[in-house]
């Protein structure tokens, strides 16, 4: 199984998991800590570089009875590590007056990152490759409360009439960090108004990897 990551923590391979903000156990190695609101990442005096991966929050989806253009309360937030990297929320469907889907967010990474395409997403969640959620979460909310949101990946879009944009994702290591990083996350965009069905989007995560001495 890949590694999944979700609002809970992290399941790896080998079916562990982690449920707290970082990796427990002392004598150094690997840590991770997964944030799913915005924070801060605290430097050990033994580490010099991380590697990070941002995921920004999913754009809700509209109703069908959603007139007018763009609800800027349905686009998802940006999620960013520092100035090192950063990606975009996915924009909120919507009717004008046809269906529109909302459109994918980016990753901005500078020098020796990636983005983190849809199709390589599974390791963040159900293997999806359009990233849509009918769940239906307390718009804005990170994480989540519906009880089958668990299943969805960070950054999907929200189900509706216009289905929301997915968040941009992207990947960059060896990122030199000389003391405490600013960790934001993007929050999930709100469904659309309207008594039609349609879904908020899902929030966005940050993850920070690092060795340990």
Do not use: H
């Amino acid at each position: 199984m890949p590694t999944s990551i979700t609002s809970t923590g992290i399941t790896f391979p080998d079916a562990t998991t982690q449920t707290t903000a970082a990796t427990a156990g002392g004598g150094g190695g690997l840590r991770l800590q997964l944030f799913t609101a915005p924070g801060t990442w605290t430097k050990p005096a033994s580490t010099n570089y991380v590697k990070s991966i941002v995921i920004g929050g999913g754009g809700g989806g509209s109703s069908p009875n959603t007139g007018g253009g763009l609800n800027p309360i349905q686009n998802g937030g940006t999620s960013s590590f520092g100035s090192f990297l950063s990606a975009t929320g996915g924009q909120g469907g919507r009717r004008v007056p046809t269906d529109v889907p909302g459109t994918n967010g980016v990753g901005s990474f500078g020098a020796g990152g990636v983005n983190v395409s849809l199709n390589d997403r599974s390791g963040f969640g159900t293997a999806n490759n359009n990233l849509t959620t009918n769940s239906t979460p307390t718009p804005g909310g990170n994480p989540y409360a519906a009880p089958n949101s668990i299943a969805e990946p960070a950054g999907s879009g929200g189900q509706g009439a216009g289905r929301g944009g997915v968040g941009g994702a992207a990947l960059k290591g060896n990122i030199p960090v000389p003391g405490p990083v600013a960790v934001t996350v993007g929050a999930s965009g709100g469904r659309g108004p309207g008594p039609s069905v349609c879904y908020a989007g899902v929030g966005g995560v940050v993850l920070v990897e690092w060795i340990q001495e």
